[in-house]
C-alpha cells in the first residue's frame, strides 16, 4: 500500500494553461505539505496544512493555491503556469507539527515540465 | 535568513571507507534534525533523526550533533555502492518549518 500517493507522475502542459496535482495520504497524519524541487535539487518548502488548516504559507506567488478538502488529502492548484514553475513537486506527510519531530514522509513527486 | 548548508560534492569515497557527510544551519534555536537519502529520480527517504548533543547510531549510520557549532554530520561506515545517492541535511526550526539544505552529492566507488 502506498504511504502517500500523488498524481499525476508526470505533467507536460504549456504556458499559461492552469494544472492540478492531487496528493493522499494514509497514514492518518495530521499534517501534510507541498516541497518543490528545482533543477539542482534543492528542495524547497511550499504549503503546508496541519488538519485542513494552512500553517505555512511560504513566498510562493499566489497562482498556487492549496486545497485541503480533509486531513488525508492536499491537492495543489496553479495558475497562468510559467516556464519558471517546471521542477518537481513532492507532496509529504508527517504525524503532527506540534510534536515537534516532524519526519516527513515523501510521494513519489510530480514531474511538472512547462513548455 | 535560516539556512542549511551543505557541500554539493560529489563525494567519492571507495566502497568499505567511512563516508563522512557535514551540514551546517544557522537559526539557534532549531529543534531537530534529520538525514534524507534521495537516489536519482526518486523521492527522499528519510534515514537518521537526532535531537540531542552527541551520537546517534542506527546500523552503519551515525548521526552526529553539536549545537554549540551548530553543525550536523552523518557517517557511513562500510560504504556500499547501493550508498550512492544524494543525502539532504534537514533542520526544524524556530518556525516549525523543515528547512533542507542543497544535498550532497555521494558516489560509492566500487
Known amino acids: 500500500d502506498t504511504a502517500v500517493s500523488q498524481t499525476p507522475k508526470y505533467l507536460v502542459t504549456q504556458m499559461g494553461n492552469d494544472k492540478s496535482i492531487k496528493c493522499e495520504q494514509n497514514?492518518?497524519?495530521?499534517?501534510m505539505y507541498w516541497y518543490k524541487q528545482d533543477s539542482k535539487k534543492f528542495l524547497k518548502i511550499m504549503f503546508s496544512?496541519?488538519?485542513?488548516?494552512?500553517?505555512i504559507n511560504e513566498t510562493v506567488p499566489n497562482r498556487f493555491s492549496p486545497k485541503s478538502p480533509d486531513k488525508a488529502h492536499l491537492n495543489l492548484h496553479i495558475n497562468s503556469l510559467e516556464l519558471g514553475d517546471s521542477a518537481v513537486y513532492f507532496c509529504?506527510?508527517?504525524?503532527?507539527?506540534?510534536?515537534?519531530?516532524?519526519?516527513?514522509?515523501f510521494g513519489s513527486g510530480t514531474q511538472l515540465s512547462v513548455l | 535568513q535560516k539556512e542549511v548548508e551543505q557541500n554539493s560534492g560529489p563525494l567519492s569515497v571507495p566502497e568499505g571507507a567511512i563516508a563522512s557527510l557535514n551540514c551546517t544551519y544557522s537559526?539557534?534555536?532549531?529543534?531537530?534534525f534529520f538525514w534524507y537519502r534521495q537516489y536519482s529520480g526518486k523521492s527522499p527517504e528519510l534515514i537518521m533523526f537526532?535531537?540531542?548533543?552527541g551520537d546517534k547510531e542506527d546500523g552503519r549510520f551515525t548521526a552526529q550533533l553539536n549545537k554549540a557549532s551548530q553543525y550536523v554530520s552523518l557517517l557511513i561506515r562500510d560504504s556500499q555502492p547501493s550508498d550512492s545517492a544524494t543525502y539532504l541535511c534537514?533542520?526544524?526550526?524556530?518556525?516549525?518549518?523543515?528547512?533542507f539544505g542543497k544535498g550532497t552529492r555521494l558516489h560509492i566507488l566500487p
Open positions: 534537514a533542520v526544524l526550526n524556530r518556525d516549525d518549518k523543515i528547512i
Open positions: 537559526d539557534r534555536g532549531s529543534q531537530s
Open positions: 537526532i535531537y540531542s548533543n
Open positions: 496544512y496541519n488538519n485542513k488548516e494552512l500553517i
Open positions: 497514514l492518518g497524519h495530521d499534517t
Open positions: 509529504a506527510s508527517s504525524q503532527d507539527f506540534r510534536q515537534g519531530a516532524e519526519k516527513l514522509f
